[in-house]
């Protein structure tokens, strides 16, 4: 992983084998933002995890040329990175949110730090009782 910041800008590129997730959150960590916007993502993965809808995920084991975007916000004073892609190859399009997804090739990752705003999120039991699998709703 490489990655550089100009302002409120990272441009970040996770290598073979990185964990999106994972170290975009590392990389918001170690600058200090817990409060962000992912413009883009661009690259592809080899193997991902997504939520479709309440209750419903699923592991994919393939190539996917991926796009996507989303936001950071903190959780108990961590960053934590919510992200939607959709993906594809010649076989499949698939779309969701990413718990977790390693790179294949490359992947870069376009964020913007919020300053002076602050986003963040808590668990919501009722959300927990109807079995949503990513049951943090965002306290803006």
């Known amino acids: 992983m490489e ?5 409120n800008f990272l441009v970040i590129r996770l290598d073979e084998g990185e ?3 994972e170290r975009v959150e590392e990389v918001c960590s170690r600058e200090g933002i817990t409060s962000g916007i992912i413009h883009s993502v661009a690259g592809a993965l080899k193997e991902c ?16 040329e ?13 960053p ?12 499949r399009t698939v779309s ?9 090739v490359f992947c870069e990752v376009v964020l913007q730090a919020l300053q002076g705003f602050e986003m963040r999120r808590a668990v919501d ?12 709703v965002l306290k803006p």
């Open 80 to 91: 934590k990175v919510h992200l939607h892609i959709a993906g594809g190859n010649d076989s």
């Open 49 to 64: 995890a997504l939520i479709f809808r309440r209750g419903c995920q699923q592991e994919f084991r393939e190539h996917l």
């Open 19 to 21: 964990r999106i997730v």
């Open 66 to 78: 991926v796009v996507g975007n989303g936001n950071v916000s903190e959780v108990d004073g961590r």
């Open 125 to 136: 039991e009722s959300l927990v009782s109807q079995r949503v699998l990513n049951p943090y």
């Open 3 to 7: 990655y550089r910041r100009v302002g």
């Open 96 to 104: 969701g949110h990413l718990i977790e997804g390693v790179v294949t």
